[in-house]
């Protein structure tokens, strides 16, 4: 019975899924893919439609497999893409920003003349603005041409915005015009960044032209008063005061009525020029002729910037609110100290502070991300003292917390507090851990602060809380590292007693450390531990270690360590590394010995090792 078009789809992407999950690597075009392909049958069934219902919905989420099955459809005798395949390839490596590829198939599109629909159009300049390709993201939206109004206000607005704040001011102005012509609806985030942004500099008859043009289309989507914030805030940004001031009385005629805030941040800049008389002025008219702030449009409007990735915009705003000391609910402000600390750690300590000052408490989260966010800058001093000042209000009272506190310092190379912190931990009876321990141990061991490190371990161990596999391998990693071997060994061996396994990176260590300090035998000894533990895993440290070895000079022993394991574990690889050493140093003799004791053992053996 002869498939529909829709089965055929389901049939073939459930096939391509397939083959990709056994290729390596996975969900990689690969030629074994090709062959699946072929193996089908489904060449004679190949049409575009095919292709794009193959394509979309069925592999939208595996960009690599969609761009590979486009290109290879495109390989077979007689066919031709068409608009429904182009569109459906595109909307797969929009879904994951595979930007190289997009711009490879916009110049097809071009090229050819292919018409695409206006939601691929809107989704792929969508993902651009989203990446900050806003270069990119501006020619396709000048491609659009007379459909841009079916793109939809939402992505130009996006798209006005991001050009704005990343100071492509004519490329910002080519996208409002096309905007006012085509009947494109401005919002607040589109017109407000484009008007803050691109217009500080201009002059004052400009700005209110251009607010005159966009009242005369469509001044619904808009929030005249934050408008009238903006305008200001950019005016006072470049010390242009006085034409702030006249600003806010030509704003308000023009139904963008200045609030407190707007009012408020001409009077900081005047205070700031010590003009008494003109400030006073300004609060004045403050009282008789501002507005309250509506806490709700300014709430949506810093979480868009965030949404939008427009973090300086989001910052300034902010700043504005806080240092008002004007209504701003908590979870926005959380998610603004997340969003400023990654680009600008000491702002988001300021947005803390204040928060801390209101009586209010940052999420566990948001402290984390500003916690990495100072590690990463290398703010340990600011790190120290967000904590200090959230511990004075009570902020750690559990376990999580604490740990949080605990392995933000240790990230931050601040093992003193964090030391002091496990033993306040103690005394409020809130753990510690093994993971407060293992943050600190870890810490310890990276600055080479090693009897701390013992020092801490025997502590751990006298207050009850037994190392789990990490705490292990933490200590015996440093201690093989540093030559101190015997006491990597007496770990490695209680680890067993504990009933612990240890896994592949602490027998690394521990074999490369006893190797360096020239006891080989002893090595050997912790090698068999593994062969006994596992053979999988021995045969995974089998050629490190006789690298090892080799290293060392211990080459007889890495010969007998071969022999010994041929009939438990063969690895042509460790062979061939211990004769590509005989060979570099010319020793013939062991080489020779070595390759005749295989071929009596092993025929099979051997002659992998000359193909090898």
Known sequence: MRRSSAELASFVSRALLTASDQAIPTRAWTPSLEQALHQL??????????????????????????????NWASQQP??????????SVLKSLSVSRQFNSIDKLLKQVRLQKIFLHPSIYRTVIGSLV?????????????????????IGPEVCNSLLAALSSDGSIKSAHKVFDEMIDRGVRLSTLGFGVFVWRAFRQKGLNEIFSLLDGVRKVDFSGIDGSIIALLVVHGLCTESRVKDAIIALEELRKRDCKPDFMAYRIVAESLREMRSVVDMDMILKKKRKLGVAPRA???????????SEKLTSEAKELGEVIVSGNFSIDDDVLNVLIGSVSATDPLHAVSFI???????????????????????????????????????????????????????????????????????EMKKKGVGPDVSSYNFLLEALCNEDLVRPAKR????????????????????????????LVED???????MFDKGLKPDESIYKSLLHGLCQARKPETALEVFDKSVEQDLTLAMTLLNPFVICLCQEGFLHRASKLLRELTCVVVSVESH????????????????DEHIQWVADKSPLLLHAIRTG
């Open 41 to 70: 049958g489904c060449r004679d069934s190949l049409t575009p439609t095919l292709v794009a219902r193959v394509i979309d919905p069925f592999l939208l989420h595996h960009h690599s497999l969609a761009f590979g099955f486009f």
């Open 78 to 87: 007689g066919f031709s893409h068409t608009s429904a395949t182009y569109q």
């Open 130 to 150: 989203s990446g900050r390709k806003t270069h990119s993201a501006f020619s396709v939206f000048y491609d659009a041409g007379p459909i841009v109004p079916e």
């Open 296 to 306: 709700s449009d300014y709430r949506e409007l810093i979480l868009q910037f965030v």
């Open 353 to 423: 502070k204040s928060m801390l000052e209101k009586e209010k408490l940052p999420t566990l989260l948001t402290l984390i991300n500003l916690s990495e966010n100072l590690c990463k800058h290398e703010k340990g001093d600011e790190l120290v003292e967000v904590f200090q000042l959230l511990s004075a209000k009570d902020y750690f009272m559990d376990l999580e917390s604490y740990n949080v506190m605990v392995s933000s310092l240790c990230k931050g190379k601040r093992v003193k507090e964090a030391y002091q912190v496990l033993h």
């Open 456 to 483: 801490l371990w025997d502590e751990m161990f006298a207050s009850g809380c037994c190392g789990n596999l990490e705490s292990y391998g933490i200590i015996i990693r440093k201690f093989s590292e540093v030559g």
């Open 488 to 494: 990597a060994c007496r770990l490695f061996h209680h």
């Open 576 to 591: 061939l590394t211990l004769l590509r050493y005989l060979d570099d140093i010319g020793d013939s003799s062991l080489s």
